[in-house]
């Protein structure tokens, strides 16, 4: 299993991080050692001081595949849900500098929290799908599918050209603007489409 991650996927967080537009995805890869599953806390890890969190729509991959076309991509998803991609800004930030992998900064473990999900429906693919997150109880980040560069059958098209999916990989569709720190004893919890998916405690 891997964790399939997208950066710069919506206009606004590039602004955020003054990144420019790029013209195909940014793509990386967190190892399965990354996950964090939806019964577990997350714990800050001892080399960054500055871990911020970035909210995701998570699809999960229902079939092997590789080379999929856009418009069959849908058929090799079965569930969506929200993930965390965790990131140490500090750490990113020094190996952004010196042109170096970002793999410290956002694959370590417990990088990638997700949550439980839900199966899709055809209707996922033709309305937006709408999240959002509470850091102690209060409105951080928020995103909706619309706002994407890139939607997730045009990732998969793009993804799977380098990378082959199998069942059971996760592809995290990138982050939009409201990423932000947290600290020991946060408390996280996320939103899909109004409906509380999940509950996160930062230890
Ligand atoms: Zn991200």
Known sequence: MKIICVGRNYVDHIKE????KPTD????????TALLDASQAFYYPAFSTDVHYELELVFRVAKVGKNIQAEFAHKYIDAVGLGIDFTA?????????????????????????????????ESDFTNSID???????????????????WNICELIADISQYFTLKTGDYIFTGTPA???????????????QGNKLFE???K
């Open 17 to 20: 991080l003054s990144n420019d």
């Open 178 to 192: 409201g990423v932000g720190p947290v600290q020991k004893g946060d408390q996280l919890t996320g939103l899909l």
């Open 131 to 149: 999240f959002e997150l509470l850091k102690n109880n209060v409105s951080v980040q928020k995103g909706d599918s619309d706002l994407m560069i």
């Open 200 to 202: 996160l405690a930062i």
């Open 89 to 121: 800004r500090d750490i990113q930030s020094r190996l952004k500098d010196k042109g170096l992998p970002w793999e410290k900064a956002k694959a370590f473990n417990g990088s990638a929290f997700v949550s439980t999900l839900r199966p899709l429906t």
């Open 25 to 32: 995805p940014v793509i990386f890869i967190k190892p399965d």
